[in-house]
Nanobody, 115 residues
Framework: VQLVESGGGLVQFGGSLRLSCAAS????????MSWYRQGPGKERELVAS????????YYADSMKGRFTISRDNLKNTLYLQMKSLKPEDTAMYYCNARAGTHAYWGQGTQVTVFS
C-alpha cells in the first residue's frame, strides 16, 4: 500500500496550491479519503474528507470556502485545491485512506505560506 502526496511548496499569502495523493496497492474506490495537516508545535488535525464515491465532502470550519477536496477513482488520486492561503495554513499535509478498521497514511507534503 502506498499513498504518495505531492504538490506542496512555498507560497505567498493569498496564493493557491493543489495537492495530490496518488494511491496504490489497495482498491481506492472503496476507501473514504481525507486530508490532515500538522503545523509546527500543533497536533494533527482533519482538513477535509470525501466519501468513496465523491458524493459528499466535509471540511473543517477554518477551511470552508477556501479548500476543495476531490478525487478521481479512475486515476486513484485524491486532490486538495487550496486558495487564499494564510501563514497559519503552514503545515505538513497528509493523505489518509480509511475503510472500516483499515487505515493508511502517506508521508506528507510540506506547505509553507509566507507573508
Amino acid at each position: 500500500v502506498q499513498l504518495v502526496e505531492s504538490g506542496g511548496g512555498l507560497v505567498q499569502f493569498g496564493g493557491s496550491l493543489r495537492l495530490s495523493c496518488a494511491a496504490s496497492g489497495f482498491t481506492f474506490s472503496t476507501y473514504d479519503m481525507s486530508w490532515y495537516r500538522q503545523g509546527p508545535g500543533k497536533e494533527r488535525e482533519l482538513v477535509a474528507s470525501i466519501t468513496r464515491d465523491g458524493s459528499f465532502a466535509y471540511y473543517a470550519d477554518s477551511m470552508k470556502g477556501r479548500f476543495t477536496i476531490s478525487r478521481d477513482n479512475l486515476k486513484n488520486t485524491l486532490y486538495l485545491q487550496m486558495k487564499s492561503l494564510k501563514p497559519e495554513d503552514t503545515a505538513m499535509y497528509y493523505c489518509n485512506a480509511r475503510a472500516g478498521t483499515h487505515a493508511y497514511w502517506g508521508q506528507g507534503t510540506q506547505v509553507t505560506v509566507f507573508s
